[in-house]
């Protein structure tokens, strides 16, 4: 069964830290780039970070300096480490799993992450 299963979201304060992880199962994990994506209350669902086999990674602006993508190809998980947060980061964060290529998609069900005081 091809799945993604995040975890890690919750309620934390400005500035302070949250470790997303994202399960992959089902997939031949080398063959993806997996990304982290966010989706705010009335908003698009925008790309946060991205990271191919080999260790190659992107940011979106607002986040470079902030937030670290990592994975474990052996383990066949993703992670995005979150410092410095602050309350424009609220959203729900989707882990993606890209083909690299067939381009197919595959998605997680999201996690809550809140920031606020």
């Known amino acids: 069964q091809v799945q993604l299963v995040e975890s890690g979201g919750g309620l934390v304060q400005p500035g302070g830290s949250l470790r997303l992880s994202c399960a992959a199962s089902?997939?031949?994990?080398?063959?993806?780039?997996m990304g982290w994506y966010r989706q705010a209350p009335g908003k698009q669902r925008e790309l946060v970070a991205a990271?191919?086999?080999?260790?190659?990674?992107n940011y979106a602006d607002s986040v470079k300096g902030r937030f670290t993508i990592s994975r474990d190809n052996r383990r066949n998980m993703v992670y995005l480490q979150m410092n410095s947060l602050k309350p424009e980061d609220t959203a729900v964060y989707y882990c993606?799993?890209?083909?690299?290529?067939?381009?197919?998609?595959?998605w997680g069900q999201g996690t809550q992450v809140t920031v606020s005081s």
């Open positions: 089902g997939i031949i994990f080398s063959n993806y780039a």
């Open positions: 993606n799993a890209r083909h690299t290529i067939t381009s197919r998609d595959i």
């Open positions: 990271i191919i086999s080999g260790g190659s990674t």
